[in-house]
């Protein structure tokens, strides 16, 4: 039996065979379906992906150490055993008085970019909010000079997040 979908139509009832999305009354949108869906997706488009990954992403081989460090098993536990201890909630909203709830990105309080050996330090590690996280990603690529394009800073490594967030909402 072949496989069958109903008529995109709205409206239609009628059964149509894969891989058509119309019945044959309401046929002539078949082109411009298949166009609107060509316009978003981007399945042949492999020469973006590969700039991405092999040059934007991994843009030598001490940005390639750091990413995979995320994928190793010492990075999940280490990550748990932060979210524990920060019970999920944004040590960044805490400083200035605030709860954010269910904040489960983990960050590092002083960037691996320039001090790559606390990576895996868990008094490095803190749990932050996707909106604190915005705020100190742009406070690091003006104060350390983290990032691509920036040159590194020779300032103070600031350990205290109060201090951090202080200097976070002044700039």
Partial sequence: MPR???????????????????CAKHYEHEAEYLASRQKWTRSDDRTTTHKYNTVTRYRNE??????NFYRTKQWS???QQVLDRDHYLCRYCQAIGKLTP??????HIRPIEIFPDDKDNINNLATICW???ALKTKFEQ???G????NIPTDAKPIDDIDEL???????
């Fill in 4 to 22: 069958v979908r109903r008529c995109r139509q709205p409206g239609c009832h009628m059964m149509v065979k894969l891989p058509d999305h119309y």
């Fill in 62 to 67: 001490t940005k390639r150490e750091q990413y």
């Fill in 77 to 79: 536990h280490l990550r």
């Fill in 102 to 107: 269910n904040s489960k990105i983990v960050d």
């Fill in 131 to 133: 909106q604190c996280h």
């Fill in 142 to 144: 003006k104060y350390y």
């Fill in 146 to 149: 983290c990032g691509q394009g």
């Fill in 165 to 171: 967030v202080l200097l976070m909402r002044r700039n």
